[in-house]
């Protein structure tokens, strides 16, 4: 793809980090979105005038348009926006609390929606763009045992579709990237060698994304991707 500037949500997180550096790789500009400008900073130094770090509560719609009024602010248009932003948890749901529930769909559900919210607005109007949401394998299969995150990242496949059905006629693409098992620090520790030999690299999937906001990809929309390497 042409040079373009995009937003990536989550990006003090493995994933999130993966596709900052991907999309920086192929000679982009990113704006890298993450709890604290701590969690960000470290790309900003990595990569100088390339990078700029902000921090949100992408849970809470007040501090999402704060976020994207700082954006226009720099008069840049947004290319695309990647929304990497969420979090596990475990639970059945007669065990889950009420508390649980709401944590983790604010985690996973409500940053997408308001992100997509404010980024569908910008690129209606300035007339195009790509959105890909990441949502989960559990989405679409299983889940058992963590109920409440497998309905939030359903509801972000969810969301992307209805979103790419209501923005079809604007040249706004959205998608979702639907990730099994990663290759983390963290998995390695949880899983056993064998079941992590089939796990995906965060780098890996961060291409297939970093595809997906490409001028090469234009005519997908609305689609759930599985990246589930051999898992």
């Known amino acids: 793809m042409s040079r373009v500037h995009g937003v990536v949500t989550g990006a003090g997180g493995i994933l999130g980090r993966a596709v900052v550096v991907e999309v920086v790789s192929q000679g982009h500009r990113v704006t890298a979105v993450g709890r604290a400008i701590e969690d960000v900073r470290p790309l900003?130094?990595?990569?100088?005038?390339?990078?700029?770090?902000?921090?949100?509560?992408?849970?809470?719609?007040?501090?999402?348009?704060?976020?994207?009024?700082?954006?226009?602010?720099?008069?840049?248009p947004i290319d695309f926006l990647v929304n990497v932003a969420g979090g596990y948890g475990g639970g059945t749901l007669v065990d889950s609390s009420p508390g649980d529930y709401?944590?983790?769909?604010?985690?996973?559900?409500?940053?997408?929606?308001?992100?997509?919210?404010?980024?569908?607005?910008?690129?209606?109007?300035?007339?195009?763009?790509?959105?890909?949401?990441?949502?989960?394998?559990?989405?679409l299969e299983g889940g058992a045992g963590s109920i409440a995150y497998a309905v939030a990242k359903a509801a972000?496949?969810?969301?992307?579709?209805?979103?790419?059905?209501?923005?079809?006629?604007?040249?706004?693409?959205?998608?979702?990237?639907?990730?099994?098992?990663?290759?983390?620090?963290?998995?390695?520790?949880?899983?056993?060698?064998?079941?992590?030999?089939?796990?995906?690299?965060?780098e890996a999937i961060a291409r297939v994304i970093a595809f997906m906001c490409s001028q090469d990809a234009w005519p997908i929309s609305g689609a759930a991707i599985p990246v589930y390497g051999r898992s």
């Open 44 to 76: 900003e130094e990595a990569h100088p005038g390339t990078v700029v770090g902000e921090a949100a509560d992408l849970t809470s719609p007040e501090a999402v348009d704060e976020l994207w009024q700082r954006l226009d602010s720099r008069s840049e």
């Open 156 to 202: 972000v496949v969810k969301l992307t579709q209805v979103l790419a059905g209501e923005l079809k006629q604007t040249g706004v693409r959205v998608n979702a990237v639907l990730p099994s098992l990663i290759d983390t620090p963290a998995n390695r520790a949880a899983f056993s060698a064998d079941r992590m030999a089939k796990a995906v690299a965060p």
């Open 102 to 139: 709401r944590h983790l769909l604010g985690l996973n559900l409500d940053t997408a929606w308001w992100s997509c919210r404010a980024a569908a607005r910008r690129m209606r109007e300035s007339g195009g763009g790509a959105i890909v949401n990441v949502a989960a394998r559990s989405a």
